[in-house]
């Protein structure tokens, strides 16, 4: 590592003001914060210094994301052997969710941080290390036989249009991967909904055991179906909904890897426990009212349910606490956080043409989070305000 760091000291002058290459600084800084902690301090004005730092945070992020992405390489073998009737060891379906998986992270991570490296060089700043979280969460999202040319457009138009038009990282106002994959639900519906798109294999036509159905639970739930059963016919249980070995995006079945995905974010102080705790209380509120009033089977899936089917629980820990998007008082992540569960389950059950309801609950809050911390602040000013008169009198 010391000369490594030698190396770099050698090339640094060439990339900075006046070296022959110094418009590739924000290039060459990239690469050198990727390899050793930044050297650089504040200077002025009053700044709260401790040892974190971006890189270190989205690090912390990335690595919470792990257990998803494992799983779901595992899960996406899992269903693509049951669905072609072929027993396979752990290895083999290992393997073969790692050559569907894989290539969708890699496309992801290429295509974005070209488009960071771009838009840094244009405006001359540093190279942010956000999309290190979103390369990871955009695949995470997605089926995993995506056509890679879709992975692409869809992270270019999350970084371009989610982002960048809005001055870049810490700017924008919705979450770059749930961007995406508004963008692909949008733009190639047939790709992003359906049943042949949640188990590798069904789309490319791939022999599968007769009378399979790779329909989720979700999509059988809007088919008024609550007796829920994988593609063979066989029912699911409790702990299969919970452990994640259903159909689905690639890294949002698992509800245990999303709790240890939580457990690091809340342990390191990056997530928001009141966000997630509040998420989790507003889908069980609406599941509860929904129960109440069951007019169809859909409405009468028990509400604690809810939280462990689709990617209700992914959606609650990685995406509704993104701190950029999310709200930012005290007060108002709660408020932000209970009104997204409390419409995730109601758009998910009330609409049967779209029986997943979290992403939407989420960009739509998002457009809103800046409104809540207003009002919150809003109230706590009028109240300090009222106890100044008081005190006058």
Not at 229 to 253: C, L, Q, R
């Amino acid at each position: 590592m010391k000369k490594l760091r030698e190396i770099v000291d050698n090339i640094k002058p060439h990339f900075e003001k006046g070296g022959k290459f110094e418009k590739l600084h924000s290039t060459f800084d990239a690469f050198e914060t990727f390899l050793f902690v930044p050297n650089k301090v504040t200077q002025n004005g009053a700044h709260i210094r401790d040892a974190i730092d971006m890189k270190r945070t989205m690090s912390i992020v990335v690595m919470s994301l792990i257990p998803a992405l494992l799983f779901g390489i595992y899960n996406t073998g899992y269903q693509h052997f049951i669905a072609v009737g072929e027993q396979a060891d752990f290895w083999q379906t290992v393997l073969y969710g790692a050559m569907k998986v894989l290539p969708v992270v890699i496309v992801s991570y290429i295509t974005g941080l070209a488009l960071e490296f771009i838009f840094a060089q244009i405006r001359g700043h540093e190279v942010n290390e956000g999309f290190l979280v979103s390369g990871m969460l955009i695949p995470l999202v997605l089926p995993a036989d995506i056509p890679l040319w879709m992975v692409s457009v869809a992270t270019a138009f999350a970084v371009i249009i989610g982002k960048e038009v809005f001055g870049g990282s810490g700017m924008n106002i919705l979450n770059p991967a749930l961007t995406a994959r508004a963008f692909l639900f949008f733009a190639y519906p047939t790709y992003m909904s359906g049943d042949k798109i949640w188990i590798s294999g069904l789309m490319k036509g791939d022999n599968v055991v007769d009378g399979f159905s790779g329909s989720t639970i979700l999509g059988q739930a809007a088919l008024g179906e609550t007796n829920f059963v994988n593609g063979v016919g066989d029912p699911y249980t409790t702990w299969d909904k919970f452990a994640g070995f259903i159909p689905g995006s690639i890294g949002e079945t698992s509800v245990i890897a999303c709790l240890l995905g939580a457990f690091i974010l809340l342990y390191t102080g990056i997530g928001s426990w009141r966000i997630m705790f509040s998420v989790f209380i507003g889908g069980f509120a609406m599941g509860l009212i929904l129960n109440a009033f069951a007019v169809n089977p859909f409405m009468e899936i028990p509400a604690w349910e809810h939280l462990i089917i689709g990617g209700f629980a992914f959606g609650a820990v990685f995406m509704a606490t993104d701190p950029v998007t999310a709200t930012q008082t005290n007060k108002g992540k709660y408020i932000y956080g209970f009104l997204i569960g409390f419409l995730a389950i109601l758009i998910r059950v009330l609409n049967p043409a779209y029986p997943e309801g979290v992403m939407l609950a989420i960009l739509l809050m998002n457009v809103f989070a800046p409104l809540i911390d207003h009002y919150v602040v809003e109230g706590n000013i009028n109240r300090r305000l009222k106890r100044a008169k008081v005190k006058a009198q």
